[in-house]
């Protein structure tokens, strides 16, 4: 049951029918968790007892660590106590994520390295075999989350019925955004039914997100996959056409999920955070990550970053902390060497730019990166820096990533790869490729200026008349089946 689909649609449609008929709160959240395990249920019924028992094992810790709450009985050995329940659950968590996702990438680390034969056999036979969860890596770093509050002083939750329907909601369940436990809870204190503005806008981002992903992601992604499936066939230019194609999926493809995410939580009169602030438009890789996956970095800086020293604690630990956070970032994607390289890679932007920022201040230079040339050129590095590193996500393997990296420059492409992908394949040539990528990052130019410049926005009753012309033109110009959103794979 995929957000684009129409059983989605009646499944939301059936389920808002019956929890706004319900008045009370809890049984409402006992529908919320009905609905989230049909949801689950029609992607791997299979885990959802082993998702479950983490819940129960996380809730369980948590007002272990929570208690008790008098201070007169708060002392070393309680507070020891505390930490040793606080590290157990980060351990299981993180556990559990690594049983997952990373035994096989260890497995044939271990067994290349060593060129030992039963490793990377064994690697072989769990990537064949074992199937991670979906959403594991959000579910595990919400429960990290959790337990880190409960223990800096946050009340734990009193109720298995209100954490299990926080973890399994099903709109945030899958690929997020990440969610903090008490900032979702506490809404149902003030619960209201959504007056007719506000539904119209749950309603014009499941639009908007099923255009972005549908319309303009998918078809981005079927030029993307030929070519990065015929390498060794594409020339430079079409080499340099992908990789742009593949920031701007990527972007549309996670950004419209969320849409359609936080839509769908307006409709249940809920808020979600965002996730996605026009990341494309960042004048360096700092402000980069404050606008892309924006729970992901809120999580780092708030988990790990600040419990580091943060820049509290002088340059070159600042750099180091920089560097620790974004590695974690990359291992978190996926299991792979490519992925540790793009976070590394991140992580060293990340020291550059603070060095930078640290020179320009020092030499009062901040006023010439507020200058027309200075904000376009600390514009067009931070994303050439983006968009390349996009590389190593797209193809984690170094023999791929490093062809493609060696042939960007006065490589022609085969004549066979211009006639099967973009004639036969696609229907299209490849100034009309390049046309198409011009245009969509002129529109997303327009969005930021008309949003962020001039703070405008449509009004209701213009977006109630545009929404069933989205979800017509997704339906008529969406790619027949569509494509497996990017992020599941995270």
Request: aromatic share 18%; glycine share 8%; net charge positive.
């Amino acid at each position: 049951m995929t957000f684009l689909s129409l059983t989605y649609g009646l499944f939301l449609i059936g389920f808002l029918g019956i929890y706004w008929i319900i008045p009370n709160t809890n049984w409402r959240l006992f529908i919320i968790v009905i609905a989230s395990l049909t949801f689950y249920a029609s992607w791997q019924i299979q885990y959802i007892p082993l998702l479950l028992i983490t819940i129960l094992f996380n809730y369980c810790l948590a007002n272990g660590i929570g208690e008790p709450l008098d201070w007169r009985i708060a002392n070393d050995e309680w507070n020891i106590r505390r930490l040793l329940l606080l590290w157990l659950g980060i351990i299981v968590n993180i556990l559990l994520l690594f049983s997952f996702k990373y035994i096989p990438f260890l497995l044939n680390t271990l067994g290349s390295l060593y060129n030992l034969p039963i490793l990377l056999e064994s690697a072989s036979w769990v990537q064949s075999y074992v199937i991670p969860p979906l959403g594991l890596s959000f579910f595990c770093f919400e429960c990290i989350a959790y337990l880190i509050d409960i223990y800096r002083g946050a009340p734990a939750c009193a109720s298995p019925l209100h954490f299990t329907a926080y973890k399994f909601f099903f709109p945030k369940l899958i690929s997020g955004p990440i969610t903090r436990y008490h900032n979702f809870i506490n809404q149902f204190k003030k619960l209201q039914f959504p007056h007719p503005e506000k539904m119209t806008e749950g309603l014009w981002l499941i639009a908007i997100g099923a255009v972005k992903k549908a319309l303009l992601a998918d078809n981005l992604g079927r030029f993307v996959d030929l070519s990065f499936s015929n390498l060794q066939r594409a020339g430079s230019e079409d080499l340099w056409l992908a990789t742009f194609a593949y920031g701007l999926q990527l972007y549309l493809d996670f950004s419209g999920y969320v849409d359609i995410a936080i839509g769908s939580a307006v409709l249940m009169g809920l808020t979600l955070p965002q996730n996605f602030d026009y990341p494309y438009f960042s004048t360096s890789i700092a402000d980069f990550w404050r606008r892309w996956h924006i729970t992901l970095g809120d999580w780092l800086r708030n988990y790990i970053y600040f419990p580091l020293g943060g820049s509290r604690v002088g340059l070159i630990r600042t750099c180091l902390n920089l560097f620790i956070i974004m590695s974690i970032a990359g291992i978190w994607h996926g299991a792979a060497w490519g992925f540790i390289v793009w976070g590394m890679l991140h992580g060293l932007g990340l020291i550059i730019h603070r060095i930078t920022e640290a020179i320009s201040l020092k030499l009062s230079l901040e006023s010439l990166w507020k200058t027309i040339p200075g904000i376009f050129f600390s514009w067009f590095l931070t994303q050439a820096m983006v968009f390349g590193t996009w590389i190593f996500f797209r193809l984690p393997n170094f023999k791929d990533s490093g062809w493609l990296i060696s042939h960007l420059w006065n490589y022609p492409s085969d004549a066979q790869f211009v006639q099967k992908v973009y004639l036969e394949s696609l229907g299209v040539t490849r100034s009309q490729i390049t046309d198409c990528l011009i245009a969509i990052g002129l529109l997303m130019t327009l969005s930021y200026g008309l949003n962020r410049g001039l703070k405008l926005d449509l009004n209701w009753g213009i977006k109630l008349v545009l929404i069933p012309l989205c979800f017509y033109a997704v339906w008529l110009l969406a790619p027949q089946g569509g494509l497996p959103y990017i992020y599941f794979d995270f």
